[in-house]
């Protein structure tokens, strides 16, 4: 799945819909740091990179879940409020005592 989104210059694809439904019954702050997480490092990355920039939530909603796309705008809303906490929570958490 193509976002038709490119944040530095390369390409990104919105996460399988099917893989994160039972994700997103955890806590955005559960530990630890799962596969998930490390698979979909860069996400993490990009959403915090496009909220620094100033992008609007509806507009990243847009172009990392395709919100726009088969009517699914509240789920998508719904993926980045969970990917955004998630992001904050490693970026807080993980990525500081990495020193990244």
Same mark, same amino acid.
């Given at each position: 799945?193509?976002?038709?989104?490119?944040?530095?210059? *390369?390409?990104?694809?919105?996460?399988?819909?099917?893989?994160?439904?039972? !994700?997103?019954?955890?806590?955005?702050?559960?530990?630890? *740091?799962?596969?998930?997480? $490390?698979?979909?490092?860069?996400?993490?990355?990009?959403?915090?990179?496009?909220?620094?920039?100033?992008?609007?939530?509806?507009?990243?909603?847009?172009?990392?879940?395709?919100?726009?796309?088969?009517?699914?705008? +509240? $789920?998508? +809303?719904?993926? !980045?409020?969970?990917?955004?906490?998630?992001?904050?929570?490693?970026?807080?958490? *993980?990525?500081a005592v990495l020193d990244w």
């Amino acid at each position: 799945m193509n976002t038709g989104m490119a944040l530095g210059g *390369v390409e990104r694809s919105a996460p399988a819909g099917n893989n994160i439904i039972g !994700l997103w019954r955890e806590r955005p702050d559960a530990e630890p *740091v799962t596969a998930y997480d $490390r698979r979909h490092a860069y996400l993490y990355g990009d959403l915090l990179a496009a909220e620094a920039m100033g992008i609007a939530p509806r507009q990243m909603a847009r172009i990392f879940f395709q919100a726009d796309r088969d009517g699914n705008a +509240s $789920r998508a +809303s719904a993926a !980045l409020r969970w990917h955004l906490a998630r992001a904050h929570w490693l970026k807080e958490n *993980v990525f500081a005592v990495l020193d990244w």
